[in-house]
Each structure stands twice: as structure tokens, then as C-alpha cells.
């Protein structure tokens, strides 16, 4: 009979054979599944590229069911992932796609470059240095930090301060090379000269001898310092390379300084050195122990000079009080002047002036004169003098003014300079003469311009931009006032002093002398129509005929007949009614269309007060205020001997449209 513990041994017994059979079954079970996985599904072969990685590969399933047997891949699941491996080359991962399954699936390898850190003894100036691999430059570094497939390379290193290196390179994939390299320096040779010579050179620091002399130099940057009693330490630099292996240098030894303080009255004044202008006039540095000359001045004073000679690394102070300069000015002047001394006034000539030595502006001024300006540097050594006669200013601005010029508005104007006596009016036994035609006698003596042309529609549209009419033809239909505003417009485009004072188109005064734009008086109109270019005075503007020349005036012509009551036969001009300025002959004044075209107003009130017998008026200019005005002239209109004459008068309160104007101006507004 067995005891209790035998029968519990024996039953673990038969439970421990029990389990073995149930491992090996499921063992059996899992292998005969994986065979028939095997024997389902369709394998993958796997080809690993190049051939020299397929010998080093190994193959991983990454993700998926799938299983690996020699180089072909079975998988139970879609889009399995396998990693590739091989040494000396780039790891690779690969999806299998099902269209794939049961096909050739290529992986190529790409090599792993060799990896190049080559270094140098160069040291501080290796950013020179070039690296060339088969004579090509890739790189200008200090180090040579570079990858490269596999292979042989002849490697170049090139540094202007060292011999050139060159070394054959045997790289494998993969490979990490890491060399430093030592390079030669160049061989080099300086010969340092100095003046004067002794000097004791220092190259880097390193005492090498006394000047001259001739040294080894190694390749490089290199410090170079000359030292010399009593002389400043010279400091330069030089550069041995394969370029340049030999150095010449001669130097010129400059002696220490010495400082030389210096205090200036007045200030701001010149300070020379040697002839040499010094801008730092407070400390200078000068070269010690030789001679020096320094010198002050300033304009107005008396310059000073000083000699000295200092030690090295010495000082000296130098102080310069500048005495001021005087000298004597004399100014006469005819007539009897006012005198300004750079714009102060200071007395009436004759003058006698003791004044500084600096540039000086003297002025002499007189009521109804040119003023004039002279400008000097009085001298002690010599005394000065200025004497002037005073032009008049009518002289002066009659000499400055042109002949001819054009103004702003673009209207011509010429100069005339009257000097004479002429009669205004006609007698009454002139055919043709009506009772207002006073006989007047008449001088004329201020010069001024009149317009060439009669004022055009072009010129006028700049003043009042609503009026119309054909560009060149003279504007018509204008009041007397509407006339003198645009003279009063174009004196102030001018800067020049207006004529009339106009408010609310209604005339309040009348400025005699100025110099602004106005209308003629009708003195100058007649004066100019009857006797300017001419050897006597004429009854008509081309003279004493009554034939008319052709081509002379713009009037009522045979082209008027049954236009007009009156007209002139036999005599055509053209033009049946205005015509452009200018389209006629020019008179003798020089003028254009004073014996027609248009009628013109004149600066005059219209007066019918018989003058003074006997009397002599000169330069008349009518300052009254009257509601009509002269209007003299011919126009297109006009075919009768009474209106073709220059006498020919009538007063006009209106504008009509065969009615212009002309300007003038004196050439100076005052008395």
C-alpha cells in the first residue's frame, strides 16, 4: 500500500506530463499555421542594390504581419513596412504595396560619403587658406570640414604665407578622416634702411640688430618698430608670402615733438607753423631741439611773429596780443553827399576817417541820386581816398534802361527819350480841323516807353480771363477804366508802383510820379504820331500828303463802301474791318496802327478849356477826375480828313468796338 506523500508525488507526475503534451501540441499547432500562412500567401523576393551592399544587408519587418525566410517576404497584412541595413551605406525603409505581393521588390542602397576634418598649424591667419581637391577650390577656411564619396582625391592646401601641401586621399563609404597637416613657412628676407641710420629695429618685439641691415623672414604678418634717440618710435607692418619674399624698406625717422601752448588776443584769427597753417591753435606739437617760426595775424591788426627752439619732451608757452591796425580815409564827393559806414550813417562828405584795417563799406547817398557803394581795406601803410560825382537817377535809370523789352503780359514796348518843343492842335484854317484842336505848345522831357502794338486780346484775357476775341487783335470794347486796370494789374506783376488808385471801378486818385504802367498821355500820343522819327512835324502819321501810302493805315478803304458814310477811294488796306496788330507798315516812331485800326484811349480827362496863349507846358500829366476821356486816333471806321489826322480829338465815357488802348510808362516816377 502506498503512502500519502508517494500518491501526491505520483499525481504531480502524471499533471507534469499532462502539460508537456499540451506544449508540444500547441507548438505543433503554431508550426503547422505558419506553414499553411507559407503555403497561402504569395512571397515577395526581396533584391538589395548594389550588389556589394546585398552581401553586407540585413533585412527587418518595421511594422506588419509578416515573416522574412532567406530574401523572400510573406505577409498575412497590407502595406507591410521592412528596413534595410548594410555598412558603409544609408539605411533605407520600404512599404511593400499588395500590388506588389508575389513580385520582385528592388531596395537600392545609396553609399555613405567619407567625412574629411583636416586641420593645419597655420593658426591665427587660416582664413587664407584654400583647400583644393583635384585642383578644384571648394573651400577658404581654417578647417576642411568636407564629405566626399568613396575614392581617390589629391588634396591641395594653399596659404600665401606657408609652402604649398598637397596629399593623396584613399576614402572609403563611411569612412571618417581626421588628419592635421603641418605646413612650411615660406622662406623670406627684409632689408630695413633708416635716416638717420642706428636706428634699433624690433620685429615682433624681438630685437634683430641696428639699422641697416638685412634679416631672415619667415611667411606671415609680422610687427616691425624702429627706436632712435630723440626721435619718435616708427611703427609699421610688412607681409612675407610666396608672392612676395623679399621686402625693402627704407624709413625716414621723424624727431620727438616738443608742445608748445599758445594764448591768442583777439581770437579767431590765422596761426602758422612753418608757413603752414596750424587749426588746433591752443596745444601744438613741433619737432624738438631745431628752430621754428610761428606767426599770428588777423585782419585789422598787426601780425606778429615768434622764433623759439625746444627740447624734447619739453613744453613752452607763448602769448600774442595783436595791436590793431588804422588807417586813413578821405571821401569828397560832387555834389554834397550823405555818408553810411557799413549802413550807419556818419556825416556828410568831405569826410576825413580813421578806420580799422578790415574790409570796409562805404555809401554815399543824395535825394534824386544814384546812390553809389564803394568797398576797402584801409592800410597804415598808405592812406585812402575816395571821390565820386553823383549821377542823377533819371541819368542813371535812363542809361540802364533797353531800347526795347517785352513785359510780362508779352506786349512789346520801345523807349523814347523826348527832348523838344512841339504844338499840339491844328490851326483853323487845316482842312479838316474842328474847334477843340487847341493850339498847344508842348516840351517834352521824360523819358518813357510806349507799347509798340496796341494792347491784344492775349494780353488782356491775362488780366480778365472772360474775355473773347481773336488772340492778335486789339482789344475793343473796353471802358476807360477797365483800360487803366489793366495797366495798374501788369505795373504789380511787375513789382512796379500802379498809376491809379481804383476802388469799386471807380477812379479815386491819380499817382503822378511813379514808374507803374498807365495809358499815354495825349501829349505823348500826338507828340508820337506827328513828330517822333520825323525832321518836322506832319499833319498825318505818314506826313504832310494827302495821299495815302499803301499799306499805311487800317481805315475805311474801298472794301467799306456801303458800310460806312465816308470812306477813302482808290486806297485799299486789306482788311475790311480790324485787323491783327502789326499787319500794317510801321510808322515812323517806330510804332504800329497810331493812323487806324482802333481809336485809342488816352490817359487825359477830355477838356474843352482853351489853354494858356504863349505858354509852354511840359510834360503834362492830368490828374483830374472826369467822367470823359481823350480818345485820339483813327480806326477802321474812319474815312474822313478830320478823324485820319493825329489832332483829331473827342471825349468818350464809353467803350466801343472800334475803340483799344495802348501803355506807356516813364522810365522813373520821381520828380
Known amino acids: 500500500m502506498m503512502k500519502p506523500f508517494e500518491q501526491q508525488l505520483q499525481v504531480a507526475k502524471k499533471k507534469q506530463h499532462l502539460l508537456y503534451i499540451g506544449l508540444f501540441a500547441l507548438f505543433l499547432l503554431g508550426g503547422l499555421m505558419i506553414l499553411t500562412v507559407i503555403l497561402l500567401s504569395r512571397g515577395t523576393r526581396i533584391e538589395i542594390k548594389p550588389d556589394d551592399a546585398a552581401m553586407l544587408s540585413t533585412v527587418h519587418v518595421h511594422s506588419g504581419i509578416a515573416t522574412i525566410i532567406g530574401d523572400t517576404l510573406y505577409a498575412l497584412s497590407n502595406n507591410p513596412v521592412i528596413d534595410v541595413s548594410a555598412d558603409g551605406f544609408r539605411p533605407a525603409r520600404e512599404i511593400l504595396r499588395n500590388n506588389d505581393f508575389g513580385k520582385i521588390m528592388t531596395v537600392t542602397l545609396e553609399p555613405l560619403p567619407a567625412k574629411l576634418e583636416i586641420s593645419t598649424n597655420i593658426g591665427g591667419s587660416s582664413e587664407d587658406t584654400s583647400w583644393f581637391i583635384n585642383n578644384a577650390v571648394l573651400a577658404v577656411t581654417d578647417v576642411f570640414d568636407y564629405e566626399l564619396q568613396a575614392g581617390n582625391y589629391q588634396l591641395t592646401i594653399d596659404h600665401p604665407h606657408f609652402k604649398i601641401a598637397t596629399i593623396t586621399l584613399s576614402l572609403s563609404r563611411g569612412e571618417i578622416f581626421k588628419k592635421s597637416i603641418n605646413m612650411e613657412s615660406v622662406d623670406g628676407e627684409i632689408t630695413i634702411k633708416s635716416k638717420p641710420a642706428g636706428a634699433r629695429v624690433f620685429i615682433n618685439s624681438i630685437d634683430k640688430g641696428i639699422t641697416p641691415l638685412t634679416l631672415p623672414v619667415l611667411g606671415g604678418k609680422h610687427d616691425v618698430s624702429l627706436q632712435l634717440d630723440n626721435y619718435e618710435t616708427l611703427n609699421d607692418k610688412i607681409e612675407i608670402s610666396r608672392a612676395k619674399l623679399n621686402l625693402s624698406r627704407n624709413y625716414r625717422m621723424e624727431i620727438k615733438k616738443a608742445v608748445v601752448n599758445v594764448s591768442l588776443n583777439p581770437d579767431d584769427g590765422k596761426l602758422t607753423l612753418d608757413g603752414i597753417v596750424v587749426k588746433n591753435t591752443n596745444k601744438l606739437f613741433v619737432k624738438a631741439s631745431i628752430k621754428h617760426l610761428l606767426t599770428y595775424s588777423k585782419e585789422g591788426y598787426f601780425a606778429k611773429n615768434k622764433t623759439f627752439n625746444v627740447a624734447a619732451d619739453k613744453s613752452l608757452t607763448l602769448a600774442f596780443e595783436l595791436e590793431k591796425e588804422m588807417g586813413e580815409v578821405e571821401i569828397i564827393s560832387s555834389p554834397e553827399a550823405e555818408v553810411e559806414l557799413n549802413g550807419q550813417f556818419i556825416g556828410t562828405t568831405p569826410l576825413q576817417l580813421s578806420l580799422n584795417a578790415v574790409e570796409q563799406k562805404i555809401t554815399l ?112 470794347s473796353v471802358t476807360w477804366i477797365d483800360a487803366v486796370a489793366f495797366c495798374n494789374w501788369l505795373s504789380l506783376q511787375e513789382g512796379l508802383t500802379p498809376v491809379y488808385n481804383i476802388s469799386n471801378k471807380r477812379l479815386d486818385g491819380i499817382n503822378i510820379n511813379v514808374d507803374g504802367y498807365r495809358l499815354l498821355t495825349e501829349a505823348e500820343w500826338e507828340w508820337l504820331a506827328r513828330k517822333s522819327g520825323k525832321k518836322k512835324q506832319s499833319i498825318f502819321v505818314w506826313g504832310d500828303e494827302r495821299v495815302i501810302p499803301k499799306n499805311a493805315i487800317n481805315i475805311a478803304d474801298e472794301s467799306s463802301r456801303g458800310k460806312v458814310k465816308l470812306f477813302v477811294s482808290k486806297y485799299n488796306d486789306g482788311y475790311a474791318e480790324v485787323a491783327a496788330v502789326g499787319s500794317l507798315a510801321q510808322e515812323k516812331s517806330g510804332l504800329y496802327d497810331q493812323g487806324g485800326n482802333v481809336s485809342e484811349w488816352t490817359h487825359d480827362s477830355y477838356s474843352i478849356v482853351i489853354p494858356e496863349q504863349g505858354k509852354v507846358f511840359q510834360d503834362p500829366f492830368d490828374s483830374t477826375n472826369a467822367g470823359l476821356h481823350v480818345i485820339k486816333g483813327a480806326n477802321w471806321r474812319s474815312g474822313s480828313i478830320t478823324e485820319l489826322r493825329p489832332s483829331y480829338r473827342e471825349g468818350l465815357g464809353a467803350g466801343r468796338d472800334d475803340l483799344g488802348f495802348r501803355v506807356g510808362r516813364y522810365v522813373y516816377g520821381g520828380d
Open 365 to 476: 547817398n543824395k535825394q534824386g541820386y544814384r546812390s553809389i557803394s564803394r568797398t576797402l581795406i584801409p592800410s597804415a601803410a598808405s592812406s585812402k581816398k575816395i571821390s565820386v560825382s553823383l549821377i542823377p537817377e533819371k541819368i542813371a535809370r535812363l542809361k540802364e534802361s533797353p531800347a526795347h523789352y517785352t513785359n510780362k503780359a508779352g506786349g512789346k514796348l520801345k523807349l523814347f527819350r523826348p527832348n523838344e518843343i512841339f504844338t499840339m492842335g491844328a490851326k483853323r484854317s487845316e482842312l479838316g480841323q474842328r474847334a477843340n484842336e487847341f493850339i498847344k505848345k508842348i516840351k517834352l522831357t521824360k523819358a518813357f516807353y510806349a507799347g509798340v502794338y496796341e494792347v491784344t486780346n492775349a494780353e488782356f484775357m491775362q488780366y480778365d480771363s472772360a474775355r473773347q476775341g481773336n488772340a492778335r487783335e486789339p482789344v475793343t
